[in-house]
């Protein structure tokens, strides 16, 4: 195992890992309390039309994913706030046309063999410094974004409506949340692709839930315990010789299972603010 | 029409009101002036557009029709001024927040400040639990807590910014009986410095307390009273309502009694 660490390309591994599990802990948290898992997973499949559009295009792969999944959020927001109750259906219209969009834009790109599996399953063993930079800079970005608005997404989530009466602008701070689903997708996506960014967004943050007396300790615990999945399953991934995102996620499932076991064995344990 | 010089101001003023939800109309024609002080309870059935009143009032919604002032201005620019108790506390019980950080948010927008963490705030945010009593509650979760400890923890919240008016949308619901006295005590003392318009669906959680009564069935029908009488409270149940039923324009409520 210690070997392992002295290979340039695991270190980058682990680094990206911590990354993106800072960002699923955040980011996660605020999709699992506002109920938006299925919405975030319409971004992240739109982002895989930019991934074809990019490829497609020649562009490099951060900027034609934001773009298009920065289009997506847009689009999302402006029909999640005029028109709530058709909301779902357009998610799920926009989750497939993109998917289907980068499938086709792959194809049309002359002489290009498919990675499509890297894309869908993620490349965490493959990050090149210079990305590594790059989603840095997005992780840096979305916490203090989040940092800064704490307040205001606070309210937001637990009660919009209150929000709204006490000046809040709640509209405001839905598409700023929806925009850093999408800038934080992309960069999960790299790690552990299309198929599993909804499970690194979604798991820790629900373990989280029920041993977090506020929203910024399941922040603090989600990001731990998917550092925690992200960095085991790398390891175990390696020593087994198995799919790296594949792997973190099946050790994040074990995860939740432990803790729904946990709670099932010490129910209404008192949990302390914090 | 100009208010006489020695009734109080009014506080709420809804003229000509209409608002229709998916081309259904859940109000029309409602004409409502609420004055300074008043502690006027709405009764109706559920879906005669109670809540939706209140929503207007509070600038959740924009009318369809007519116009709303609200404290001398519009009701969005009112809203700040305005405490609100919503009818469902029920909702969002597994977030995780504590019962300090609840009424936390009752301090937002405070000042023009967008949730600043200042002393005054803290104190203003601790005296509205003081006299709600759920101040040794504050380290909760919100979870923990029972239906009625929750109705007061968003009663402190809306307190905190020391409304001019208070709208309270089924108050009552998670209140046992034997806590309804005591609760309609409270909101008469709330009353001594805040107008209360308190919404219900239940004729049977009228009190003495309150000063005036009005129905709710997409129309709105207002019975204005200085002092309570046993007529006012007959006349209150014995309100017109528009069921819900297509063609039976006007029914009436069968007549209660409190004991």
């Not at chain 1, 041993?211 to 925690?228: D, E, K, T």
């Not at chain 2, 019980?93 to 950080?101: A, E, Y």
């Not at chain 2, 046992?176 to 001594?192: I, K, P, S, T, V």
Request: glycine letters at 10%.
């Amino acid at each position: 195992m210690i070997e392992a660490l002295q290979m340039e390309f695991m270190r980058h591994a682990l680094l990206a890992g911590l990354l993106v599990s800072l960002v699923c802990g955040v980011i996660g948290t605020l999709v699992v309390v506002n109920r938006i898992v299925f919405l975030a997973g319409g971004i992240a499949h739109a982002a895989y039309g930019g991934i074809g559009l990019a490829i497609f295009l020649g562009w490099p792969f951060l900027a034609g994913t934001l773009g298009v999944a920065l289009a997506a959020a847009a689009a999302m927001a402006a029909v999640t706030l005029r028109a709530r109750h058709r909301a779902d259906a357009v998610v799920g219209v926009i989750w497939a046309v993109g998917m289907a969009a980068g499938v086709v834009l792959i194809d049309l790109t002359p002489g290009y063999r498919s990675d499509l599996m890297s894309y869908l399953f993620g490349s965490i063993l493959a990050v090149p410094a210079a990305e590594l930079a790059e989603m840095a800079a997005v992780a840096a970005l979305v916490v203090a974004v989040v940092a800064a608005g704490y307040p205001g997404f606070l309210a937001m989530s637990y009660d919009p409506e209150f929000a709204r009466i006490r000046g809040v602008p709640v509209a405001a701070l839905y598409v700023l949340m929806l925009a850093l689903i999408a800038a934080s997708v992309v960069i999960v996506i790299r790690v552990v692709g299309l198929i599993l960014v909804i499970a690194l967004l979604t798991i820790p943050p629900f373990i989280a839930e029920s041993f977090s007396g506020s929203l910024r300790g399941m922040m603090v615990r989600a990001s731990a315990l998917s550092a925690l999945f992200t960095v085991s399953g790398l390891l175990l991934s390696y020593a087994l010789d198995l799919t790296s995102g594949a792997t973190i996620i099946l050790v994040a499932a074990a995860g939740f299972g432990g803790a729904l076991l946990w709670r099932r064995l010490f129910p209404g344990r008192p949990v302390q603010a914090g | 029409m100009e208010p006489e010089p020695q009734s109080p101001e009014t506080v709420i003023e809804v003229r000509g009101l209409g608002f229709s939800f998916d081309g259904h109309p859940v109000l029309e024609e409602v004409n409502l002036r609420v004055r300074r002080g008043d502690f006027l309870v709405l009764i109706g059935p559920n879906g005669g557009g109670k809540t939706t009143l209140l929503k207007l009032i509070l600038g959740l919604l924009p009318p369809g029709r007519g116009e709303i002032v609200v404290l001398g201005t519009s009701p969005r620019r009112a809203a700040r001024r305005v405490g609100y108790v919503p009818q469902n506390v029920h909702v969002n019980r597994s977030f995780p927040i504590s019962v300090h950080d609840v009424v936390r948010l009752g301090s937002l927008g405070a000042g023009g400040r967008f949730f600043r963490r200042s002393p005054t705030a803290e104190a203003a945010v601790r005296a509205a639990m003081e006299e709600m009593g759920v101040w040794e509650l504050r380290r909760k979760r919100i979870g923990q807590l029972s239906g009625g400890q929750l109705q007061r923890v968003f009663i402190a919240r809306a307190l905190v910014s020391r409304p001019e008016i208070l709208l309270l949308d089924e108050a009552m619901a998670s209140i046992d009986a034997q806590g309804r006295a005591e609760f309609y005590d409270l909101l008469a003392e709330l009353n001594r410095s805040a107008t209360i318009v308190a919404v219900t669906h239940d004729t049977m959680m009228l009190s003495p307390r309150v000063k005036s009564v009005a129905c709710v069935n997409r129309r709105l029908h207002h019975h204005d009273a200085g002092e309570i009488t046993p007529e006012l409270l007959e006349a209150a149940y014995r309100c017109p309502v528009d069921l819900v039923a297509h063609g039976i324009p006007h029914r009436v409520f069968e007549m209660h009694r409190e004991d």
